[in-house]
């Protein structure tokens, strides 16, 4: 077999390993710390590789959906972040500029089957991650690890490392056995629906996270029905979700669900009122109140960073220039209207609403999708969604699932691509 035949096959596990690290740099608590010395410069090279890779990919004439908002909101937020890196010279910029690069090269490189097979392989990943975590935090609480040594305080991380910032700031004791996992051990809690257990975020830093990198990943593998293994990748994918227990992915999945019982039920004009609805009362009943319907604890956090996030006070046009050490309190998407000002956060709005668009209309796409028009939905939906607790602004993983969606609907409209399964 020659190199180049065994590249080809390797290529989609390759660009698969560097969408999962990057894509969730730095938030992956297993991986970012064995980037080294300079996880930056990882990074970059990874990015590097990952784009090099897609343009190895022969130039397909499938057509991308979207392409002209697609096109232009990649322009837009390209033009808004090289606005803020001259006026800031914040390295992050430089972070987001390259994963806006990589999620690009993706989206108009590979489609079709060509998408889905990568994203098999990254659910694959992201299975095969979990399941070593999972083991470890069940032997960290029943005993069979020396986790005193494991402490994240203990492993000589350096001050600026993500792990140690959330340590030093978290009400949990944080720790990291054998570097496989991280685990927040405290006593239960509260988590929401009154029920009380300590949420795990298994690889990731934050159960939030676990959502965001995961949620979409479970849906598609509901809708891709001849995924390799699909059964076990369910049942890991959803048991890190149950564990995890993100509130706000748990509402958006019962938002999503709602939408397409609306859509079963009455078509479009049901899922509109069912929307309008929901804005409405949004935007009527006090947010504290109805988080304490969910649980006391999440009323608490609403009035807690409502009363103390400073960053709307200290708007800019194009963002700050000070230090992110001198960053105001903030929350999930208000970092970003402070690192790239009003300019950079009416884009990245843009670009979400327009995304959600194009999730409906797969809900509306009974003649091709058929069933699959719901898992896809609310995979799409759901990371959306999660984007409010997310501090970038490149939507890396509501973008691959969407596009993944839009390959899977190709792949419906043309039998002849179907030849793809290896």
Not at 40 to 59: D, E, K
Not at 73 to 82: A, E
Not at 372 to 393: D, E, N, Q, W
């Given at each position: 077999m020659?190199?180049?035949?065994?590249?080809?096959?390797?290529r989609?596990?390759?660009?698969?390993?560097?969408?999962?690290?990057?894509?969730?740099?730095p938030?992956?608590?297993?991986?970012?710390?064995?980037?080294?010395?300079f996880?930056?410069?990882?990074?970059?090279?990874?990015?590097?590789?990952?784009?090099?890779?897609m343009?190895?990919?022969?130039?397909?004439?499938?057509?991308?959906?979207?392409?002209?908002?697609?096109?232009?909101?990649?322009?837009?937020?390209?033009?808004?972040m090289?606005?803020?890196?001259?006026?800031?010279?914040n390295?992050?910029?430089?972070?987001?500029?390259?994963?806006?690069?990589?999620?690009?090269?993706?989206?108009f490189r590979?489609?079709?089957?060509?998408m889905?097979?990568?994203?098999?392989?990254?659910i694959?990943?992201?299975?095969?991650?979990?399941?070593?975590?999972?083991?470890?935090?069940?032997?960290?609480?029943?005993g069979?690890?020396?986790?005193?040594?494991?402490?994240?305080?203990?492993?000589?991380?350096?001050?600026?490392?993500?792990?140690?910032?959330?340590?030093?700031?978290?009400?949990?004791?944080?720790?990291?056995?054998?570097?496989?996992?991280?685990?927040?051990?405290?006593?239960?809690?509260?988590?929401?629906?009154?029920?009380?257990?300590?949420?795990?975020?298994?690889?990731?830093?934050?159960?939030?996270?676990t959502?965001?990198?995961t949620a979409?990943?479970?849906?598609?593998?509901?809708?891709?029905?001849?995924?390799?293994?699909?059964?076990?990748?369910?049942?890991?994918?959803?048991?890190?979700?149950?564990?995890?227990?993100?509130?706000?992915?748990?509402?958006?999945?019962?938002?999503?669900?709602?939408?397409?019982?609306?859509?079963?039920?009455?078509?479009?004009t049901?899922?509109?009122?069912v929307?309008?609805?929901?804005?409405?009362?949004l935007a009527?009943?006090?947010?504290?109140?109805?988080?304490?319907?969910?649980?006391?604890?999440?009323?608490?956090?609403?009035?807690?960073?409502?009363?103390?996030?400073?960053?709307?006070?200290?708007?800019?046009?194009?963002?700050?220039t000070?230090?992110?050490?001198?960053?105001?309190?903030?929350?999930?998407?208000?970092?970003?209207?402070?690192?790239?000002?009003?300019?950079?956060g009416?884009i990245?709005?843009?670009?979400?609403?327009?995304?959600?668009?194009?999730?409906?209309?797969?809900?509306?796409?009974?003649?091709?999708?058929?069933?699959?028009?719901?898992?896809?939905?609310?995979?799409c939906?759901?990371?959306l969604?999660?984007?409010?607790?997310?501090?970038?602004?490149?939507?890396a993983?509501?973008?691959?699932?969407?596009?993944t969606a839009?390959?899977?609907?190709?792949?419906?409209?043309?039998?002849?691509?179907?030849?793809?399964?290896?």
């Amino acid at each position: 077999m020659s190199a180049a035949v065994k590249f080809r096959r390797w290529r989609d596990w390759i660009v698969a390993a560097v969408l999962y690290i990057v894509v969730s740099y730095p938030y992956q608590a297993v991986v970012f710390p064995w980037l080294g010395v300079f996880p930056q410069a990882a990074y970059g090279v990874l990015c590097m590789l990952g784009i090099l890779i897609m343009f190895s990919h022969r130039r397909t004439q499938v057509p991308l959906e979207h392409r002209r908002p697609t096109v232009l909101g990649v322009w837009l937020l390209t033009c808004s972040m090289l606005t803020t890196l001259v006026l800031d010279h914040n390295p992050t910029v430089i972070r987001d500029l390259l994963l806006l690069g990589l999620l690009a090269t993706l989206l108009f490189r590979a489609r079709g089957s060509e998408m889905v097979q990568i994203v098999r392989a990254l659910i694959h990943i992201s299975t095969i991650a979990l399941v070593p975590a999972m083991l470890v935090v069940a032997m960290f609480y029943t005993g069979l690890i020396d986790w005193p040594t494991w402490q994240v305080e203990r492993l000589g991380l350096s001050s600026n490392n993500p792990l140690s910032i959330r340590a030093g700031l978290g009400n949990y004791d944080y720790y990291l056995p054998l570097w496989i996992a991280l685990v927040p051990h405290v006593g239960v809690t509260d988590q929401g629906f009154g029920l009380q257990f300590v949420r795990q975020p298994f690889v990731y830093i934050e159960p939030t996270d676990t959502w965001l990198y995961t949620a979409g990943l479970f849906w598609l593998a509901v809708a891709d029905s001849k995924l390799p293994a699909r059964g076990i990748c369910l049942s890991i994918l959803g048991l890190a979700l149950a564990l995890s227990f993100s509130v706000a992915g748990v509402l958006a999945t019962v938002a999503a669900i709602m939408f397409c019982i609306a859509m079963a039920a009455g078509g479009g004009t049901l899922v509109i009122l069912v929307l309008g609805a929901v804005a409405t009362l949004l935007a009527i009943l006090p947010i504290d109140q109805m988080l304490a319907l969910v649980g006391s604890n999440k009323a608490d956090q609403f009035v807690y960073y409502s009363t103390n996030v400073s960053v709307l006070n200290d708007l800019t046009i194009f963002g700050h220039t000070g230090s992110p050490d001198e960053q105001p309190l903030s929350y999930g998407f208000l970092i970003v209207l402070n690192r790239y000002g009003l300019i950079g956060g009416a884009i990245i709005l843009g670009v979400i609403v327009a995304m959600g668009f194009a999730c409906f209309r797969l809900l509306r796409d009974a003649s091709v999708l058929g069933w699959r028009r719901y898992p896809v939905f609310i995979g799409c939906f759901v990371s959306l969604a999660m984007l409010t607790k997310y501090p970038g602004i490149v939507p890396a993983m509501p973008a691959i699932c969407l596009g993944t969606a839009l390959s899977l609907r190709l792949m419906r409209i043309d039998p002849l691509s179907r030849s793809f399964v290896r």
